[in-house]
């Protein structure tokens, strides 16, 4: 059974360092990324808080910089391409040192299924929240709709009365007219 601590081991034998020291260049926190993506990757079900006791960070720590760490490797910079070979390489390597040891286990499986029962969580959640704010859209522009569409027919009906009395003056113009048209005849 492979732990978090052999990971952090194995990094720190393979480039002769020590990733729990407070060490703030590139260099550590790049390869602490790679230990924190790992632990996470391959041994899911270990929590943030025990990932962070082996190199002396907080939860949160592990978090940020997983989350940094991700936006790294996954940049579509071309520069920064190096980096995610560089990840991909040691993955590799870390597979064929350890993947007996993580594959075989019922820890392992154990630990996905709960990863992949909390991502549910979370995505239910999400799709809930959203078909809410979804329904509010839509009662929203139903409500503004039927605002608009009275609106419409106040104006459409104030529209049709004046052209009524538009029409009607224009009648009553029209006699007028004709009546001084026929007493000039006469």
């Known amino acids: 059974m492979i732990k978090p601590i052999d990971i952090k081991n194995w ?42 006791e082996v ?14 760490f991700y936006d790294l490797i996954n940049s579509p910079v071309k520069a920064e391409e190096t980096y995610r070979q560089e990840y991909l390489k040691m993955e590799e390597m870390f597979l064929q040192k350890f993947g007996h040891l993580i594959f075989g286990g019922d ?7 709960k990863q992949i029962r909390e991502e549910n969580k979370i995505l239910k959640s999400e799709l809930e929240r959203v078909d809410k ?40 113009k029209e006699r007028e007219i004709l009546k001084g048209i026929k007493n000039r005849q006469k």
């Open 55 to 68: 190199v002396n960070r907080e939860h949160s720590s592990v978090l940020v910089a997983r989350r940094k």
């Open 107 to 113: 820890d392992y499986i154990e630990g996905v299924d």
């Open 11 to 52: 990094i720190d034998g393979l480039f002769s360092i020590n990733i729990a020291d407070r060490e703030r260049t590139f260099v550590y926190t790049y390869y602490r990324g790679v230990y924190y993506e790992l632990c996470k990757k391959y041994l899911p079900s270990n929590a943030l808080r025990v990932i962070g």
């Open 133 to 172: 704010e979804h329904e509010k859209v839509v009662y929203d522009l139903l409500v503004d709709n039927k605002k608009l569409l009275q609106k419409y027919n106040d104006l459409k009906s104030k529209y049709n009365m004046q052209l009524s009395k538009v029409r009607q003056k224009t009648k009553n």
